[in-house]
């Protein structure tokens, strides 16, 4: 039996023997109590209101942990200039977007990687009239983000920039809390 062999049926064994033991039908919910312990320093790992941003807008060799782990209320301050001119390199022919704000105001806005929520609006991430309103699970907010950045003033420039062509999930989202598709 070779080494590839003998590698796939340990990692088999593994898989299996993980498995059997986390996949049990008990929902009795009788776990035994946990000694949380709440003590000591927190930290931010990542900023993800906003799917992207840091990816795009953070070049490399910059700190993208810096950045993940930034106070909101910082965060305009610290990076919309680096935002701006992140903006700019991409779309030099950047004057307004779709929702008529100039590169400052656009990249001012996304820099503050938190999201929005309205109490009275749609839940919508933009569909045209809402504006970051909050995020539908269906919200397809790759095409909204790609639309502001290269669609121009009206959205329809450079159309080829302006949608990354994935239309929806590979599985329907569920009719009851939590919604999300189930694994595979």
């Known amino acids: 039996m070779s080494k590839t062999n003998k590698f796939k049926i340990i990692a088999i064994a593994l898989v299996a023997a993980v498995v059997s033991v986390n996949c049990d039908n008990d929902d009795s919910n009788s776990y035994p109590e946990a000694n949380l312990n709440f003590t000591g ?6 900023q993800m209101a906003r799917p992207a941003i840091n990816t795009v807008f953070i070049a490399s060799g ?25 903006l700019l390199a991409l779309n030099s022919g ?20 938190v999201l929005n929520v309205s109490k009275t609006a749609k839940t919508t991430f933009f569909d045209g009239t809402n ?23 009206t959205g329809a420039s450079n159309p080829n920039l302006t949608k990354d062509n994935v239309n929806a999930n590979d599985k329907a989202f569920g009719t009851t809390f939590p919604y999300l598709a189930t694994a595979w």
Request: aromatic share 10%; no cysteine; charged share 15%.
């Open 62 to 86: 910059q700190p993208k942990d810096d950045f993940n782990a930034a106070i909101p209320s910082a965060m305009g301050a610290k990076y919309q200039s680096i935002f701006q001119s992140r």
């Open 131 to 153: 504006v970051l309103t909050g995020r539908a699970l269906a919200d397809d907010v790759i095409d909204v983000e790609l639309l502001l950045i290269f669609g121009g003033s």
């Open 41 to 46: 320093t927190f930290v931010q790992q990542d």
């Open 94 to 113: 950047f004057t307004t977007n779709a929702l008529g704000q100039t590169a400052a105001q656009f990249t001012g806005l996304l820099s503050t990687d």
